[in-house]
């Protein structure tokens, strides 16, 4: 019998998530990109729904917000439901990635 000389607690597989939001409750305390604790508030100067850490985050994250900022932009001042945002990223997405 061959076993595995892989160790307890090693690294098997590692990958980005499709898509990705906060829970609203977390949203002006955590980046939405990198999701670490917020000490310097930049969020998007558009929709002003999203919180970033700094602005290389804000930058990277632009890849899939910018396809969500207006949308919330027609919205504001009303808050969509963290369900809803995920469903709307995943759509969003897969428009993309399909065209």
């Not at 310097?40 to 929709?47: D, E, G, I, K």
């Not at 994250?61 to 439901?81: F, L, M, T, Y």
Request: one cysteine or more; a positive charge; aromatic letters at 8%.
């Amino acid at each position: 019998m061959n076993r595995s000389k892989t160790k307890k607690g090693s690294l098997l597989l590692s990958s980005q998530p499709f898509v990705h939001i906060l829970d609203k409750n977390q949203r002006a305390k955590r980046c939405e990109y990198c999701f670490q604790g917020i000490t310097t508030v930049f969020r998007c100067s558009s929709c002003r729904y999203v919180y970033y850490c700094n602005k290389e985050c804000q930058k990277l994250a632009w890849i899939d917000h910018k396809r969500e900022c207006n949308n919330i932009r027609k919205i504001s001042p009303n808050v969509p439901p963290d369900n809803l945002r995920v469903l709307a990223r995943i759509i969003l997405k897969l428009q993309v990635n399909c065209t």
